[in-house]
Each structure stands twice: as structure tokens, then as C-alpha cells.
């Protein structure tokens, strides 16, 4: 079945330590996002890939990095987690932009967790 | 004002019951309407997109009202299944963005 697959599922890191976050798709969809959720919070773009062209949300922090080396799939980098950086993150795809009607499609998201 | 607001709940409803959810957002350039249904600790999962001229899904039904900026979605005959949190989910205007509400909590019991 075609989908959106996270690994690892969870993932434990040190304060400090840097962690990479994969994400990928058979969907064959244009466009890839990032969110992060917290606990009662709404899913958070983090960034997001129109094929090759990134777009970074004005508010996300510099800690958090993103790479999409093909279209099937995109790696989120957090180069020195904190405490608050403890969340839900989710992969998205689309086949076009949302504006125009189209749906995301969620992976079942990598719950990070910083000792 | 949030761009997307919601009555977060929990609404308790026994099964059976009709339950409706409300759903404001602010850009009026608005142009996607979805509702995402989110089990606890699982990912957002498409329930329905939203057409300005309503649209029905079995038990579930949603509503567009582009004048007054919210949506609405009814759901009849609830089933003990259909308790999870339900997030109401516009596109930013003229942009890729989703703008996700907080959601609102379903707990519907025996």
C-alpha cells in the first residue's frame, strides 16, 4: 500500500545530542512537510519541500534542519535538542498545494524524547 | 485571535447521540476546508474535506459557512469508535500552509 513511513517510531536522545528524523513516502507526492506536536497542542509546520524548494517557517528555530535528497524522501535534523524540543513529529505529504484543495497524508510521526 | 478556533471539549455524548462540532478560523482568503480525526498518540488522519456546499459521509456531515468563517461537522449515531480528537483544518489563504485548530476531544460512552 502505498503511504508515508516514519522511523524510528521513537527516539530517545541526550540534551545536546544531535538526532535525525527520516521520513518517506511511495505516495510519489510533489510536496513534504514537518510538524511538530505537542501534548493538547496543534501539529506546528515546521518547514516544508515543493520538490527541491524548501520553505522554512519564520519561526522555526535554527536548532531544527531539514534535507530532501529525492522525492521519496526527507530527513529532519535537530542539531542540539532540548528539553523542549520533547514532541510528536510528524511527516506530511501532498500532492500539490494545499491551497488548491489537495490533502496531506500523515506519517505515524517519530515521538522524540530528550533526557 | 487564533487563526483556527475550537471548543476543545472533551464532549461526553452516550452512543447513539448526535454530536456537533464548531469551528471558526480568521483568513477570510481561505479556500480548504478538512476535518482530521486524531486518535490519542497516533497521527492526524483525513476524515473529510469540506465543500462550500456541504457534504455527507455516511454519519459523519460538514458544513461551510464562508460568510460567518466557520464549519461545522455533525456526526449522528455515535459509535464507541468514534471517540478521538477531531481538528478542524483550513489552508492559510494563498499559501501550501495547513492551519491546524487545537481539536476537540469526543469521548462517547456505553
Known amino acids: 500500500d502505498a503511504m508515508v513511513i516514519q522511523n524510528p517510531r521513537y527516539q530517545v536522545t541526550q540534551f545536546g545530542k544531535p538526532v535525525t528524523l527520516s521520513c518517506s513516502q511511495t505516495?510519489?507526492?510533489?510536496?513534504m512537510y514537518w510538524y511538530q506536536q505537542k501534548s493538547s497542542q496543534a501539529p506546528k509546520l515546521l518547514f516544508h519541500?515543493?520538490?527541491?524548494?524548501?520553505?522554512n517557517e519564520a519561526d522555526t528555530p535554527d536548532n531544527f534542519q531539514s534535507r530532501r535528497p529525492n522525492t521519496s524522501f526527507c530527513f529532519l535534523d535537530i542539531r542540539s535538542p532540548g528539553l523542549g524540543d520533547a514532541a510528536m513529529y510528524l511527516c506530511?505529504?501532498?500532492?500539490?498545494?494545499?491551497?488548491?484543495?489537495?490533502?496531506?497524508?500523515f506519517g505515524p510521526g517519530t515521538r522524540l524524547l530528550v533526557l | 485571535r487564533k487563526e483556527v478556533e475550537q471548543d476543545p471539549g472533551p464532549f461526553n455524548v452516550p452512543e447513539g447521540a448526535t454530536v456537533a462540532f464548531n469551528c471558526t478560523y480568521s483568513?477570510?482568503?481561505?479556500?480548504?476546508f478538512f476535518w482530521y480525526r486524531q486518535d490519542c498518540r497516533k497521527e492526524p488522519k483525513l476524515l473529510m474535506s469540506?465543500?462550500?456546499s456541504g457534504n455527507e459521509d455516511g454519519r459523519f456531515t460538514a458544513q461551510l459557512n464562508r460568510a460567518s468563517q466557520y464549519i461545522s461537522l455533525l456526526i449522528r449515531d455515535s459509535k464507541l469508535s468514534d471517540s478521538a480528537t477531531y481538528l478542524c483544518?483550513?489552508?492559510?489563504?494563498?499559501?501550501?500552509?495547513?492551519?491546524f485548530g487545537t481539536g476537540t476531544r469526543l469521548q462517547v460512552f456505553p
Open positions: 506530511a505529504t501532498s500532492r500539490g498545494v494545499t491551497g488548491a484543495g489537495e490533502t496531506q497524508y
Open positions: 505516495l510519489n507526492h510533489n510536496v
Open positions: 519541500y515543493y520538490d527541491k524548494d524548501f520553505n
Open positions: 483568513n477570510s482568503a481561505s479556500q480548504s
Open positions: 469540506v465543500y462550500s
Open positions: 483544518v483550513v489552508n492559510g489563504g494563498n499559501t501550501d500552509k495547513l492551519i
